[in-house]
C-alpha cells in the first residue's frame, strides 16, 4: 500500500472537499473549515502526537456536525408546528420563516364532529323524495339508493314526517299569561293573526319555555312515534293513508368514510414532505457555532478511533505500544450522546408552551411580590 500522507498541521480549504458540499459556497463555512480541523487536530494531541487523519477527514466530520445541529433544530419546529403545516404547500422553503399557529387543520379535524352532530362539517348532505303509497307502512331505503345509481349506501340523517312545530299548536286556553288572555285578543279579533303572548310583549324566553313545554307534553303523554328507521328501513306511524312524497337528507357511505378530505400535487401530507432545506451556516449564531464545533470535535475523535482499531498494538524498539480506541470510541459516543442531549433540552426549553408557562409563572410571581410592597396613604 503506497504511504497516505496524514494530518501535516495546516490545510486550505476549497469547494468540492466535502462529501456533499451541502455549505461549501458559504464564506462563513469556508472560514471556520480549517479553523475547526485546527481545533479537533489539537485537541486530538497535535503536534505532540500524530493524527491519523486528513484535512478532508475534517471536513467531512465539520459537514456532518452541521447538518445534524440544523436537522435537531427543524425536526423540533415540525414538531412544534406540523398541525398547522399539514396540507400547506411543500414547494416554498419554510428555511428563515416564521410559522404562526394556525387552527386550519384542527378546524378542519374537528368539522368530523360537526358532521356527526349535524352543524356543519366536510361532507356533503343530500336530499331525497321517495314516494309513499297509500296503506304501506315500510319502505327499503337501501333499495331506493341502488335505484339512483349510489354505490356504498346511505346513512339517513333526517326524515321529515314530522308533527306540526309546537308554534303551530300554541292556541291554548293557557297560551300568554296563564289567565284566559287568548280568548280576550280572538274578542278583538286578533286571534286569528298570532299568539297573544306577541301583543303583549311576553320575552322571547318565555315563549320558548312555551313551546318546549308543548312539545315534552306531547312526547311524555301520547305516542311520539311518527317514523322508524332500522338498518335503512323506514317504517311509517300512523300508517300513511294516500299517496305522496316524504323527503329526507342522507349521507353516502363513500364520501363520509373517505380517509382523504383534500387531494392534489405538492400538499404536505407527511414530517418527510415539509419543506425544510439545509441550515445555512451564516445564520447560525456563536452559540450554535460552539455546538457544532464540539459535535466536529466528538465525530472526529470517532473517526480515528476507528482508524486506530486497524492496529491494536504498534512494534516499537524493545516492545509494543498500545493504541488507545477503545477509550476514543467510548469518549466519542457519550460525547455525542451528550451533545445531542443539551440541545433537545434546550430546544424543549424555547417550546411555545415552555414559553408561555414560564411567563404564566413570571406572571403569578411579580403579583405575589407587589402585594408585599406597602400601599401609599394619600393624605388630603
Known amino acids: 500500500m503506497a504511504d497516505i500522507t496524514i494530518w501535516e498541521g495546516a490545510s486550505t480549504f476549497d469547494i468540492g472537499q466535502t462529501p456533499f458540499g451541502f455549505y461549501d459556497g458559504d464564506f462563513d463555512f469556508q472560514a471556520d473549515a480549517d479553523k475547526v480541523a485546527t481545533f479537533c487536530a489539537q485537541r486530538l494531541g497535535y503536534p505532540l502526537m500524530d493524527v491519523e ?59 368530523n364532529y360537526g358532521t356527526e352532530a349535524g352543524v356543519g362539517g366536510n361532507v356533503t348532505k343530500y336530499t331525497g323524495s321517495l314516494t309513499v303509497t297509500g296503506n304501506v307502512q315500510n319502505y327499503d331505503l337501501d333499495a331506493w339508493a341502488a335505484d339512483q345509481g349510489i354505490e356504498g349506501g346511505i346513512e339517513i340523517r333526517k326524515i321529515f314526517y314530522e308533527s306540526p312545530p309546537a308554534i303551530l299548536r300554541y292556541f291554548d286556553p293557557y297560551a300568554g299569561t296563564g289567565t284566559g288572555i287568548q280568548s280576550l285578543m280572538d274578542a278583538f279579533d286578533f286571534g286569528s293573526y298570532s299568539p297573544g303572548v306577541n301583543f303583549l310583549l311576553m320575552p322571547a324566553s318565555y315563549d320558548m319555555l312555551k313551546v318546549q313545554a308543548i312539545e315534552f307534553n306531547d312526547q311524555i303523554r301520547r305516542s311520539a312515534y311518527s317514523f322508524e328507521v332500522v338498518n335503512n328501513q323506514l317504517k311509517l306511524f300512523p300508517i300513511p293513508r294516500q299517496t305522496g312524497l316524504i323527503y329526507f337528507e342522507y349521507y353516502k357511505v363513500t364520501e363520509k368514510n373517505a380517509a382523504v378530505y ?119
Open 262 to 380: 383534500n387531494s392534489g400535487s405538492n400538499l404536505i401530507t407527511n414530517v418527510g414532505e415539509v419543506p425544510y432545506e439545509n441550515i445555512e451556516y451564516t445564520t447560525i449564531n456563536s452559540i450554535g457555532r460552539q455546538w457544532i464545533y464540539r459535535y466536529s470535535l466528538a465525530l472526529t475523535k470517532e473517526l480515528l478511533g476507528y482508524i486506530r482499531g486497524k492496529y491494536q498494538q504498534i512494534p516499537v524498539p524493545g516492545s509494543n505500544t498500545a493504541l488507545n480506541q477503545a477509550d476514543l470510541l467510548t469518549d466519542a459516543r457519550t460525547e455525542k450522546i451528550a451533545l445531542l442531549t443539551e440541545l433537545r433540552e434546550m430546544l424543549d426549553q424555547t417550546s411555545r408552551q415552555a414559553q408561555l408557562e414560564r411567563k404564566a409563572n413570571e406572571s403569578d410571581n411579580l403579583k405575589r411580590i407587589t402585594t408585599e410592597i406597602p400601599m401609599t396613604i394619600y393624605i388630603g
Open 53 to 111: 487523519l486528513q484535512s478532508g477527514s475534517f471536513y467531512a466530520c465539520f459537514e456532518e456536525a452541521v447538518t445534524t445541529y440544523g436537522n435537531e433544530v427543524f425536526q423540533y419546529k415540525i414538531r412544534e408546528n406540523y398541525l398547522s403545516m399539514e396540507g400547506d404547500s411543500s414547494l416554498s422553503s419554510y428555511n428563515s420563516k416564521l410559522i404562526e399557529g394556525s387552527l386550519g387543520r384542527t378546524i378542519q379535524i374537528t368539522k
